[in-house]
């Protein structure tokens, strides 16, 4: 029952997407995201649209166990990354400012090919890893409402990475604003009645919510909190979903909509972490990922709607991903025409490849989806130094920073490797990446300070 219930909603929501879809595609709408009369989106648009593709399943699904685990502090830490609205908005509004139309215009007018290509390179291992994090949950998922059929997880995810290709590939970034809209409506409506169970059922207690340590405690939950502020400065500028939507409107709705998307989303990721929480504070035992254990504490109506929610947040991140990939590949790769069919090849390519991770099997391609943070750090010195203080930075220094955040991303993924376990200090996952990202910092800031100087024909204090 719970089973059919589930696939007939979520199958409701695809045939919805479909028909929200814009009719005709441009090759405007399809890279530009705009309307079928050539207008920008408007504010809202931008901001659901926001929203609902940083809210994806996946980050859900880690609020939560970040909740079980280590409390409010758990899920506060992983809240604390929806600041990245906040900084991401500064950064576009300072890239608009030296008339840069995208991160890669501005990094091409100071580091040439080099730069562009170290920063493409990340940015394209980001949307590799959102289309696989969220496609293995649609897996998880369906494994757990159909334990009897044994190929139930496989299968769900193909038809999930087909559908969603299906409109994607259809109308581009266009498609993805217009059905993000509907998508992040009935989420915030399924939630919402999940929640609302949640918060008036017998056992909650917001108190004990608010002061829960997990079932880990809430040391290693503060230590990601400080993981948290150190990446949150570069985390938006390596998303390319975020960054592509703040170069299509107007610049005063551009900054509304990150600060109305900051609100929101980081609300929504707190009331889910709370789901997980509440699982600690019964002694629910945890099973599949959180699923198993909330199929035993909810009523099977509580326990669809979270999961149609989880579902809902998957597709609509897959379309804005695949749109973002589309035009990493053809506007500043130029592997492809500038056509709809180039964007499109683009689209299945990296469906394929996302998909493909997930029938790996292999669970240690979770941390590809953690680590990302810790590789864009290198923008951070690079941004303050060169962006905000408008300094000039050596390549070579740049090629440091980028080599660090790397190094390190690659050290906290390969943690459990004897020699990298005998460079890393002794303790827990967090504490090293904590340690990981001091090392990165300290070390690209070093370079980019040692590398920065004033730009040509600007009069120092002391000669002016």
Known sequence: MQAALLIGLFGLVILASLAVAPRRASVEGFYDGAGEGGQAPGLWTLVLSQVTTWIFARSLMNAAILGYFYGAAGTLAYAAYYGSFLSGGFIVAKLRGQDARSVQDWLSARFGGVGVTCYNVVIGLRLLSEVFANLIVVGLIFTAVLPEMTSAGPLSIIVVAVLGLAYSAWGGLSAALRTDVMQMLVFLVVFAVALVALITSPGFSLGAVLTAEGTSGSYNGWVLLVVAFLQVFSYPAHDPVMMDRGFIADEKT???????AFWISTLCILAFGMFGIQASLVGAEYEG???????????????????VSLLVSALSTLDSALASAARLTVEELRLLPRTLNGGRIAMVAFMVGGAALTLWGN????DAVAVSGTASMFLTPVLIVGLVMNRVIALWAYIVAFAAA????????LRGNELVAAILPEGHKYEQLLAICVVVLVVGFAAVLAGARRPSGVASDAGA
């Open 289 to 307: 990922e959180l699923i198993g254990t909330w199929a035993g504490m909810f009523p099977a109506w509580v326990f669809v709607a979270l999961l």
């Open 363 to 366: 669970k240690a391609l979770f």
């Open 406 to 413: 790397m190094l390190g991303a690659v050290a906290y993924f």
């Open 254 to 260: 551009t900054k509304a909509s990150f600060l109305h």
